[in-house]
């Protein structure tokens, strides 16, 4: 726990004298004579004095105080927080090897049912884009709430050729930041707009910033093979991670590569499991292994209880003075429940 108004704790500095000046109107009242009628009326007074319970009132008060004056310190902390507003961008492997059959009934089918199931247990609240990948990338559904249409998208999915992982994160780059100029028509196969006349440079506007810092956004990419076309994924990820994004890596199938074959032609397939360590650490995201179906579902059910909270640098100074507002109602409850006064 820190402090924006560190100074402030040296009033804490007081709650000591007001110790020494309990204790003396304590020894005070001893000093104090008392006339009473006879003996029998002194041993009974005595009898029913208050004990420690005196006590408890100024104690219980004196910690409400202490509470106080921490909050006018400003108490901050670290602490879990839900996201008001997120958006999260699925980019997907759909090369012809996702037809694979090592993970049942095929890394196709397997990632599609475990993005839908990971798409159930979302928020409500929470926008998902779409974004596929093979050869080139094509935002298969803008983000949005509407589970309908994200589900839809998914199911849209068409294989092609080639591996293009470094286009898959430039594109979900460029669908968070529509308006930051970032260049994709290498990546999409399609002519880029020209410019109009005034237009300003986003790209001279650019300021990066520290990796994994945004916290309203992220990627998970989930691939099963080599990069074959394309940027390279490192650069991408190092576009990424100067935008504050966190890329969460998911590899799907082999580690050791093999030879898969269908319509006519084969190829070798091997997942670049380096790489994809390597672009979760350049954005403070992290990297997922899932060589079954099983393993697959339960890495999109770890990643969902990520995407919906953060943990955040928070002001807790409101915690603080309504913890002195309790306990000062309980000093006075208890001075008032045992004594019949306040005070």
Do not use: C
Request: hydrophobic share 50%.
């Amino acid at each position: 726990m820190s402090f924006l108004w560190p100074n402030n704790l040296f009033l804490l500095a007081l709650l000591p004298l007001l110790v020494l000046l309990y204790l003396w109107i304590l020894r005070r009242r001893r000093k104090a004579p008392v006339r009473l009628a006879s003996i029998a009326i002194a041993k009974l007074a005595v009898g029913k004095g208050p004990g420690w319970r005196r006590h408890v009132p100024p104690l219980v008060m004196l910690l409400a105080l202490a509470a106080l004056l921490v909050a006018t310190a400003r108490p901050t902390a670290t602490i879990t927080l839900p996201l008001s507003e997120r958006t999260i961008i699925l980019a997907m492997d759909v090369s012809g090897s996702m037809r694979a059959e090592d993970v049942k009934p095929n890394r196709l089918v397997a990632s599609q049912e475990a993005a839908k199931a990971f798409i159930a247990d979302l928020p409500r609240e929470v926008k998902v884009g779409v974004v596929s990948f093979a050869g080139t990338a094509a935002v298969v559904q803008a983000p949005t709430t509407s589970r309908d249409d994200i589900l839809a998208a998914i199911d849209r999915f068409q294989l092609q050729r080639g591996t293009a992982t470094g286009s898959g994160i430039v594109l979900s780059l460029a669908t968070l930041f529509p308006d930051a100029g970032i260049e994709i028509s290498h990546i999409t196969g399609q002519r880029s707009m020209p410019r109009m006349l005034g237009d300003k440079d986003k790209k001279d506007d650019f300021q990066p910033v520290p990796a994994g810092s945004y916290n309203s956004a992220a990627i998970i990419m989930l691939t099963d093979g080599q990069r074959t076309t394309g940027p390279d994924p490192i650069d991408a990820a190092k576009m990424a991670a100067d935008r504050g994004i966190r890329v969460y890596t998911v590899g799907v199938g082999t580690t050791n590569g093999e030879i898969i074959g269908f319509e006519g032609w084969s190829m070798r397939v091997r997942l670049d499991e380096a790489t994809l360590k390597n672009v979760a650490v350049l954005t403070q995201g992290e990297y997922f292994y899932a060589g079954t179906a099983d393993d697959l579902k339960k890495v999109y059910q770890n990643l969902s209880s990520r995407m919906v909270v953060e943990r955040k640098e928070t002001e807790i100074s409101a915690l603080f003075a309504a913890l002195g507002a309790v306990l000062a109602l309980a000093a006075a409850g208890l001075s008032l429940w045992w004594f019949g006064r306040v005070a």
